[in-house]
Nanobody, 116 residues
Framework: QVQLVESGGGLVQPGGSLRLSCAAS????????MDWYRQAPGKQRELVAI????????NYADSVKGRFTISRDNAKNTVDLQMNDLKPEDTAVYYC?????????WGQGTQVTVSS
């Protein structure tokens, strides 16, 4: 069992930046692939970024490439999502996710609203 807690959401103007953080109840980030998803009102949850376990390159949805960066701090047991040049279409609830064996674990989500 693992608990994930997201933080860092809020209201930001278009072109602004936010940094989301996902904290886990135990050390998992060096062992498993971590993801960030988002879900906008009336839309399906979509994958935003994937953090590999070690080495390799992170993967991003086309809509956020060049603007979002996922990173991991194993010492702090967090996975962060740096979001720059935010657009109104980035407005959504953002979720941290990990799959361990046959189980999926999700955080409670953090709201990001991009509006002037």
């Amino acid at each position: 069992q693992v608990q994930l807690v997201e933080s860092g959401g809020g209201l930001v103007q278009p072109g602004g930046s936010l940094r989301l953080s996902c904290a886990a109840s135990r050390s998992i980030f060096s062992l498993y692939v971590m993801d960030w998803y988002r879900q906008a009102p009336g839309k399906q949850r979509e994958l935003v970024a994937i953090m590999p376990i070690r080495g390799g390159s992170a993967n991003y949805a086309d809509s956020v490439k060049g603007r979002f960066t996922i990173s991991r701090d194993n010492a702090k047991n967090t996975v962060d999502l740096q979001m720059n040049d935010l657009k109104p279409e980035d407005t959504a609830v953002y979720y941290c996710h990990v799959s361990i064996a046959v189980n999926d674990y999700w955080g409670q989500g953090t709201q990001v609203t991009v509006s002037s």
